[in-house]
């Protein structure tokens, strides 16, 4: 008992610890593959919205499906700053991208995803949330 014990203590904080990391890692990725969405939308010719959307598709879709196949509900489907810092870097890319090249717009972008994200998750910072009146039949 007294091992079983020892080892659910350190294997919670090992998950607890790793967690953290996965998050930070999942905001990572969130900022790279809203850019290169962002990107290859461009690439085929879409128009500014139809660019931004497919970086916040192709950001949150990742995550949205490794959250599914660990049983989890999706962040994007939580009360989190996660679709919008996609859609605040794409945004970005797209509006900046023919005034300081590809390179600046691809760091400036991902950098914003990264920090609105961070800052999220630090401050414990989330969108407003509107409740609806239930419909009555």
């Keep these: 008992i007294l091992v079983s ?3 659910a203590i350190l294997i919670r904080r090992w998950h607890q610890k790793t967690h ?4 930070i890692s999942d905001a990572l990725g969130l900022a790279v593959f ?3 969405g962002v990107t290859k939308a461009l ?5 500014a919205i139809v660019a931004v959307m497919m970086g916040v598709l192709t ?13 989890e509900v999706p962040l994007v489907l939580k009360k989190e700053v996660y679709a919008f810092a996609a859609m605040a870097g ?6 900046s991208e023919s005034y300081i090249g590809v390179n600046m717009a691809t760091l400036l972008s991902a ?9 999220a998750l ?3 910072l989330s969108l407003p949330r509107f409740d609806l009146p239930p419909i009555s039949r």
């Design 34 to 36: 809203t850019v290169i």
């Design 20 to 23: 953290h990391m996965m998050l």
């Design 122 to 124: 630090y401050k414990k």
């Design 5 to 7: 014990t020892l080892l």
């Design 43 to 47: 690439d085929f010719g879409a128009s």
């Design 90 to 95: 794409g945004a970005l890319f797209v509006a």
């Design 59 to 71: 950001g949150c879709g990742g995550g949205a499906i490794r959250d599914l196949l660990s049983g």
């Design 111 to 119: 950098g914003l995803v990264l920090l609105l994200r961070l800052l």
